[in-house]
């Protein structure tokens, strides 16, 4: 018995852990660590939510070290038809040779805002942040030995300064490690220089919420994953035309989302990250952070043979996310489930890369959903061009 | 034993129990009906994650229909602080008299995109429309019984159409059921001028994506809430002024939003709605469009007595979500521990305005939050005001 | 001697004024009527700045009356190659058979915010507006002859709600106008509910502002354009090829605006619409809304005979302008040189549907930047595809 | 007889020219050349468009390097009152002692998009880039004495990258030579590791559009402008309250923005930047540009003497432009007229810092309008609060 010819849950299960030789214990039983959970995740705690945990894939991806593996996907999931259509995705990437994936570590930011009184006084604090920055990192530093200070940057209006500190928090999300850091460096500069900070968080951040100082500049994590899908897979697995396909995303990823000022240029990236982020554990207030990003499809003409004027088509599709906040310690991720997860994917908390590598396989994952969302959306708008055409005879 | 005194998540629960007359069976064991949510919610199923649930209030709300009420608050949540901090939010709302909630109820949405050739046939499409609305009307009815189209609005660029269609779903959050009625839709509309649909959903919707479009016409439900608490009760309970949270929030929810280029105009909207939407089953991508919005302060000057100069100052705070996709029937409402938090609210399923209520109480729970961080943000920095008053000296 | 064949200026104006039977005596020589201008267009005058005015064209047009007729496009400019990007447009719309235009008539806006102190005054204003818009609509088009109220809508937040009240102007851009009827329609408010007009503009109008609402919900005039370029065209004119101006508008005006966070997802629509705003005597801070839009491109592959695989691709352009604030009587149109411009095109000061035909001329003189530019930056990454590919052989 | 005193307009300028020792003698008469102006700025040149030049003013400044200065400031403009109302504020600002200005020279910038066929093809460019900076800064200055590449930074999806090259043009505007220095940079890139431009504007720069990158990231100058309003002088010459102009401003320049997703968070920049453009000969379709921004107020509390509880009410107002494309040599400041309001300035073109001086005049203008047009509303609205007060009693 095998994942696929499982017909239960706990074959499913079982047939994982034999696979995958992690274990899926907790999953399977109520078995939440009250003391932990009520101590560190949860106030006044009640109980627990359980959420339907389903397993994707498996995705054949190239990671941030270009070493090609196989994943299953955890997602938790109420939504009907989501780990299918993911499945489905994962299906035609891994056929097609797998999943490129390029993570970037861009840090974990805050942007504290201090109060100035004049124009005078904000060049005061750009000049002190300037020249002190060596010392300012080591405010930072001294906070924690998991985080360092990587760079800043300065904007403003009338009597405020936003200054926005990235960080580089290492295998945690890290947003208390750096609103302690900020916190400290904050206290440094009002001891210093007397310019006193007004929020310690001041939406320059920006903390859960859309902005595209976010999507310009990027946070956490930034991925980007491509894949070329043959011709006749498009066909065979997806059911439609790499030029369907085409058509339905330059409609709905770019007219449809630029018509109503969208940050999201996409077809449902908020899906995959909701189910990723809440299996492994992530602030699902984050989904919002990664909700947004842009969503890209290619028809690549290419000459059957040398002989042929006659083309074949391939299908190019991307996905560039520029806001991932995850990690693999910290949070939520060191709940029983949600820890298991992150071991089903061989992920060992705090292990070093371990949180690219989520931001990655995030990335592969998504992409799966483009493709197969996509290409559901252009099969039914194919089947009338089918219709069209035979009436047309 | 009452839910403050208890020590334990069991004796939490059981004295929420009894003080609430709802069961919470569910939230203490592993239960989920497996052979219900994998049929419904998830394939692939291989268990569950769980996410520990707490508790925050009571909070004393005045609801759509201007019922005075007391609502215990699930959210289910790994942050560490964040049931204490809606809980002391709480608090000061219902010492101030509690919380006054407007609900509108929008509608689901979806925006399929029409293929046109021309801006005549473009027009074509615009006229038949605007002539057939109430043919439109009846084959969108023929779909479900639970469902209405309301209105519509057009747009468009080169050959494609956007059609944002706005139906009343009941009680339902209802995106599936928009999907199956649009479907009808564009299907009579291509039987009958043969103008085809490109995709049924075009990012006009616009489901799950950050956009302004949905925060100036607004999706699902659109919530006010409001409250205006007594300076003394800001001093006593939030430990703060009315002057240092409206520093606060400027600073931040008004200049830090507005210089990053955000759509969220407030301090914590994602982390409520994720709480209480991952508690009550609602798909957790809709925080994106739950995490839009505004918050506004406000410090009212009033005479103490009309004999004296000096005033007092009460602070005024309202949140405004104009998007909020909820339902109570459907989805993830139906899972057993989802249930629970939704019957702990007094709602049932699919009751008479019972979705319009949830709304009115994630709008009351939101408020709470934004309150409370203000504070806390506010208390930070008036610690140094302390200081450097005392250093003035 | 005709226009083409002129070499010297006032040979141009000569030939121009043969061609169209429309004088250009003011704009050859200085001629303002310093007391006009001094009284109704600028205070404290010491005379006048000299803005070059150069003349593209013929453009073919089917106008919104689907009259075809051929304009001189009349633009004020101090940026060399302007004039001669969009004549190289008109040649080649021309050449195609002309440009067919579609105008939406959609009126000037004021939105004024009014002061409300609870969510029940607030339902209040709603009710009174709802109730009263016949009373409403009196009242506003007492203050003028000139100008109706079509519709309104209301957002707000807080303690604060604001009304976009949209009005037909007839001929006029009419921002004067529908402010002095927005003061009269506020006065009847306050008297007769007591809810008070805070700002008679509350930037939800939005004036000479880029803004999602404006892009949303169109102002003053929406515009269209489209033409169908024949291969051979593309060729000739242009000297590059439908794809390649495909794959320029795709990098730039999708991909580049949208990672950018851009309203603006075209070429230049600014520089065409500046000149001839300028030249027409438009407001020039209304450029701002007039940056605002799309451009899109097509290749359309047809066979070239029933016989062959080979196909030959036409080209398809489109503009989208949804917010042009434009008239033909008040403001600048009134001056001299101004004056001779709109007469130029044909058009009487105040004519019935003469602000309708100058936004459609808009339109079509801004497509022609855009394919001209277009076709420009295309040509150039062409000459390296050839390189290339000769560097391959 | 002085600028005051004088009653047409040839005495005003009499006046001007004697006060200020600049020469007005173009502004008085047609004297366009025809020859360098059809040659430079326009073809197909048929005359010229005449638009009514005002004087607001004297503006107390204090320039970038702190000296005082008095400043007339030139008004290119067809809509009557706005010199009237920028005057007004000027008058408000000297007589509070001047307006502090801040100008950082950010730099013209160029978004060229590259091809590239990987994800690994990208990585090469970035490295390309970071790797061969000083050869391309050597490119770009080969092209241009005036000119130098300061910094840049990358961006991309699917198979596209974009670089925002960024560049001290000196006095100059500055566009065409970033474009010529960006095409050489590109040919460099292309021979040196074969990857292709597609458009060497790539809508990343971002030129003529509002965008939210151009608003974060800045281009061209980015000006501060910042004054104190005695509470005496907002009564006296402004005719309201210190509150009341805070009130105005809270609710159009932050609520009515933020709700109609605006990035111009001000009352009527694009007013005074047009028409301070079109006096000096700027690109009009850079208005779009400048029409971004921030207008803050804050009422500044103060004991009028210690023994008293009583307060009087200062007026800070600023301004944040961060977007002025402006220059003092190349494009339209050549011409004779504009030339010579640039001299009316103090201005010589090309002078070191005298673009710099020129975004710091605008930025105090359009500090005075934001002041004059917040006042007026802000009367309006108070004209109604002492209506109420008299009828209260």
């Not at 994942?3 to 030789?21: C, D, H, S, V, Y």
């Not at 042929?308 to 996905?319: F, I, R």
Request: charged share 20%; glycine share 10%; hydrophobic share 40%.
């Amino acid at each position: 018995m095998n994942i696929r010819t499982a017909k239960t849950i706990q074959e499913r299960r079982e047939a994982l852990e034999k696979e995958t030789g992690s274990s899926l214990h907790h999953s399977g039983h109520y078995s939440l660590d009250d003391m932990v959970a009520s101590t560190r995740n949860c106030e006044n705690m009640i109980g627990v939510t359980q959420i339907p945990l389903g397993i994707a894939g498996p995705l054949l991806m190239h990671n941030a070290e270009c070493i090609m593996q196989n994943y299953y996907i955890p997602l938790a999931t109420t939504e009907g038809a989501l780990v299918a259509s993911v499945s489905r995705g994962c299906k035609v990437i891994t056929q097609s040779g797998g999943v490129v994936v390029e993570v970037e570590d861009v840090g974990a930011t805050r942007g504290p805002v201090f109060r100035v009184e004049t124009i005078a006084e904000g060049q005061k604090l750009e000049t002190f942040l300037f020249d002190h920055f060596d010392e300012i990192k080591n405010v930072a530093a001294s906070t924690s030995h998991h985080l360092t200070l990587k760079t800043y940057m300065v904007s403003g209006v009338g009597k405020y300064r936003f200054v926005r500190f990235v960080f580089d928090t290492g295998e945690a999300m890290g947003l208390n490690m750096v609103t302690i850091a900020t916190t400290a460096i904050a206290e440094y500069i009002y001891k210093t220089i007397g310019i006193q900070c007004v929020d310690i968080s001041g939406n320059f951040c920006v903390d859960k919420k859309p902005s595209w100082l976010n999507f310009i500049h990027k946070r956490g994590k930034a991925v980007r994953a491509e894949v070329t899908i043959p011709s006749s897979l498009v066909t065979t697995v997806l059911k439609t035309t790499p030029q369907a396909i085409y058509d339905a995303w330059l409609s709905k990823c770019m007219y449809g989302s630029l018509m109503s000022g969208s940050l999201g240029f996409n077809a449902q990236y908020a899906n995959v990250v909701a189910a990723l982020f809440l299996a492994t554990g992530q602030d699902p207030a984050h989904i919002v952070e990664g909700s947004m990003g842009v969503t890209t499809t290619e028809v690549c003409e290419k000459p059957v043979t040398r002989y042929t004027q006659h083309k074949n088509s391939d299908l190019y599709v991307s996905v560039y996310l520029p806001d991932l906040m995850v990690g693999t310690i910290g949070g939520g991720t060191g709940l029983a489930t949600q820890r298991e997860a992150l071991t089903l994917l061989g992920l060992k908390p705090g292990e070093e890369k371990s949180a690219r590598t989520l931001a990655g396989i995030i990335g592969g994952a998504v992409l799966a959903g483009e493709i197969s969302l996509l290409a559901s959306l252009a099969e039914g708008s194919l089947a009338h061009a089918h219709e069209k055409l035979a009436r047309g005879k």
